[in-house]
């Protein structure tokens, strides 16, 4: 008996040993019943309770205001946009009922102001969190696109479109852009060395620029103990550069639409001591357009084409590494056109005129006999770009006949062809005249 008392007493002793675990006790919130009002801001609307109310506790002042007519009505003022809520406590200090006070831009105020612009379409406006969202089914993205803008007026970053086009219009904007650069450069450069054995005269060293000369003339002489060393380079540089861009882009009416041929160049970017990160900036041909269908037939249209080249001559170097300069024009418009008319952007024009001389001085002032002491270079460039900007209206056909293209101009060559005749790929892709392939 005694060998089973004892263990039973020691597991008695270490059970009334272990402490007792602490219960957590879980504050809930008082019951009651809860509805949601809808205020406008800078607006008062009244309300009344089923039951008199002996207390009534706001959560935000500074977003609603509460003020009590009687024991069991009351009005609210919406005083900013944004959201509280009231507790209503009874006569004994219960609480009788939540409301959540939503304050927001007046809705029906704008939906009879659309009503009024646009009689025909049914627009129809509702609170939506601190904003409003119209909704409804629209003629044409034109009056979707105004009804927005006056729903941005009456509240500014709160208005949200979902308004559906019955007949959404693509717009397709045929662009030219035609580039024209004539450069011309002379260069003439002297070189003089006279000695006599014992002493050396040298004037000039050629050509100012770093290209080597076309043509060069020496002449040596000797005069008893004196040589005589002359030399003449010269360099005559003319080009012409034409550039030709066709990019078409298709938009549906309202939204922007972007095109790039050309490319991106890295950049080093000095972040602070033995850091530099990269980036990138583009260049070649690129449009940005934006065309909107009026609800009188005409295209408004914000276009705006850039047209850059890499410039070599101009080039810095950051940590040991070459950035080439960029040579950029570009042009920034909105327009209204009809169907299928044109709108070309001249006067594009640049010219640069460059000058330089490097002379012994003294010598090179002296009439006639200086020239063998002075050498100079001229150089001119001349550039003219013309962007020509054709919207036109979608059709059907448009789309069928872009269905239809497989392959681009300038045919395959045969293999006998291109082993014997020597024929390639070096056709144009198009001819001139804008013919589809």
Not at 195 to 215: E, I, K, N, R
Not at 219 to 230: F, P, Q
Not at 251 to 276: D, H, I, K, M, R
Not at 381 to 398: F, H, W, Y
Request: net charge neutral; proline share 5%.
């Amino acid at each position: 008996m005694r060998r089973f008392l004892a263990p039973a007493l020691c597991a008695t002793l270490a059970l009334t040993a272990i402490p007792t675990a602490a219960v957590a006790q879980v504050m809930r919130s008082e019951s009651a019943a809860n509805r949601v009002i809808f205020v406008p801001v800078d607006k008062s609307m009244s309300f009344r309770l089923d039951q008199p109310a002996a207390k009534i506790v706001v959560a935000q002042p500074e977003t609603a205001e509460i003020v009590a007519t009687t024991d069991r009505s009351f009005y609210v003022r919406g005083v900013a946009v944004g959201s509280t809520n009231l507790l209503i406590y009874g006569p004994g200090g219960k609480l009788q009922q939540v409301v959540d006070v939503r304050v927001g831009y007046d809705a029906r105020s704008l939906e009879q102001d659309l009503g009024v612009l646009f009689p025909r379409e049914g627009i129809r406006v509702q609170t939506m969190g601190e904003g409003v969202l119209l909704t409804g089914n629209v003629s044409n993205a034109s009056v979707a696109k105004r009804a927005l803008d006056l729903a941005d007026k009456f509240a500014p970053q709160g208005a949200t479109s979902a308004l559906t086009v019955s007949a959404s219009q693509e717009v397709i904007l045929e662009v030219r852009i035609l580039e024209a650069g004539r450069s011309a450069l002379q260069d003439l450069g002297f070189g003089l060395t006279v000695t006599d054995g014992h002493s050396v005269f040298t004037s000039g060293s050629g050509l100012l620029g770093s290209t080597a000369p076309q043509g060069a003339v020496s002449v040596r002489s000797k005069i008893g103990t004196v040589s005589i060393d002359a030399s003449l380079q010269a360099l005559e540089e003319k080009g012409l550069v034409r550039t030709l861009a066709r990019p078409n882009l298709v938009a549906v009416s309202g939204e922007t639409a972007s095109f790039l041929a050309g490319g991106e160049f890295p950049y080093p970017v000095p972040q602070g001591l033995n850091q530099v990160t990269l980036q990138f900036r583009t260049y070649g041909v690129k449009l940005n357009f934006l065309p909107t269908v009026q609800d009188n037939g005409l295209i408004r249209m914000k276009v705006a084409p850039e047209v850059s080249q890499l410039d070599q001559a101009n080039a810095i170097r950051i940590n040991g590494v070459s950035v080439p300069g960029l040579i950029t024009r570009r042009a920034d418009t909105t327009v209204e056109l009809k169907n299928g008319d044109s709108l070309a952007m001249g006067g594009l024009f640049q010219r640069n005129y460059d000058n330089t001389l490097r002379q012994f001085p003294v010598l090179g002032d002296i009439p006639i006999l200086g020239t063998l002491f002075r050498s100079v270079r001229w150089k001119r460039a001349e550039t003219e770009l013309v962007i020509i900007v054709t919207p036109r209206l979608a059709t059907p056909a448009d789309f069928t006949r872009a269905a239809q293209i497989t392959t681009l101009g300038g045919p395959e060559p045969k293999t006998g062809d291109l082993i014997f005749k020597g024929h390639s790929l070096d056709q144009p892709l198009s001819r001139d005249s804008g013919a589809n392939p």
